[in-house]
């Protein structure tokens, strides 16, 4: 079956289809309340160093993280646990050092204003519902705020800046016309087109190969044009600068490690990839995966 090339209809899957890393299992209203209910996250499944293959502590794990001027956490975005652990991650790293900038790929750049006014507010320390907040930051309702909105207040009352990470609406909507390609080495590989591969076989497999080719080559683009956005942000951003993006796009062979490389010459930012157990994270995808219990699929009524 061939669809025709609508954005309307490419748009949503262009901004969210990508950034999560396959799901397990979906996520439910037991599971979450399991994870709410868990008072440490450091016992939520175990972590491992890639690239020595060892198990590690959230301890070592944070000390790692510290001496690193940038990061990238790649998450599972309906994954409760995976904000959890961001949370408790930003907190800790607060303290062994003062943190420069965090990069939220769920902030977009119309949005930077809203976030420097309401900023400095909470600085204040004023009483308020976040959802109030939420408002206030026109929080976009795809990236659901009973996921985010712990994660989003911690990191709006930190000193120190939040930056979008994302691409506009508009934007978007112009790369999905004219499909550039970015430029480098290292995310282009044009020579034997790895990358470009591996991406469009993750957007085959999430359409059920029921894709066209129009339609595969500007979800291509936008991709990773999102990603080239989000390595110019972390390059940009005050140092030692965290940013929290889906998977996909935190994966080293893939997203924005490599536009990262392109753009400075230098190496890949460390990388802290979260998953659910039984998912294939290796070596070449990031330094380090912490693995999360598995949430139970829903089981249906029989009423």
């Not at 909105?149 to 790369?175: C, F, H």
Request: charged share 20%.
């Amino acid at each position: 079956m061939r669809f025709p090339l609508s954005f309307a209809a490419v748009l949503p899957a262009c901004v969210l289809a990508l950034s999560a890393c396959s799901s397990v299992a979906p996520v439910t209203d037991a599971a979450t309340a399991t994870a709410a209910a868990s008072p440490d996250v450091r016992q939520l499944g175990e972590i491992v160093d890639l690239r020595s293959g060892q198990r590690v502590t959230a301890e070592q794990l944070l000390d790692r993280l510290a001496a690193a001027p940038r990061v990238i956490v790649g998450e599972q975005h309906d994954q409760l646990s995976h904000h959890r652990i961001e949370q408790w991650l930003l907190q800790q790293l607060q303290g062994q050092r003062p943190q420069g900038s965090v990069l939220l790929e769920m902030l977009n750049p119309d949005q930077q204003a809203k976030v420097d006014k309401v900023k400095p507010w909470l600085q204040t320390d004023p009483v308020v519902r976040p959802e109030h907040v939420a408002e206030l930051l026109a929080w976009q309702p795809s990236w659901k705020w009973a996921q985010y909105g712990d994660l989003v207040m911690t990191v709006m009352r930190a000193p120190y800046p939040v930056w979008s990470a994302n691409l506009d609406r508009s934007e978007i909507k112009q790369l999905f016309v004219d499909q550039p390609a970015v430029q480098g080495k290292h995310s282009n590989l044009a020579n034997d087109g790895k990358v470009h591969d591996k991406l469009k076989d993750i957007i085959r497999v999430m359409h059920d190969n029921q894709i066209d080719a129009p339609r595969l080559a500007a979800m291509l683009s936008v991709q990773q044009q999102r990603d080239r956005r989000m390595a110019e942000r972390l390059l940009a951003a005050p140092a030692p600068a965290v940013l929290i993006a889906g998977a996909y796009h935190a994966h080293k062979d893939l997203g924005v490690p490599l536009h990262v490389q392109d753009l400075t010459g230098g190496p890949a930012p460390l990388v802290l990839v979260l998953a659910q157990q039984g998912a294939a994270v290796q070596a070449p995808q990031a330094d380090f995966v912490w693995y999360t219990p598995v949430a139970a699929p829903a089981v249906a009524s029989a009423k």
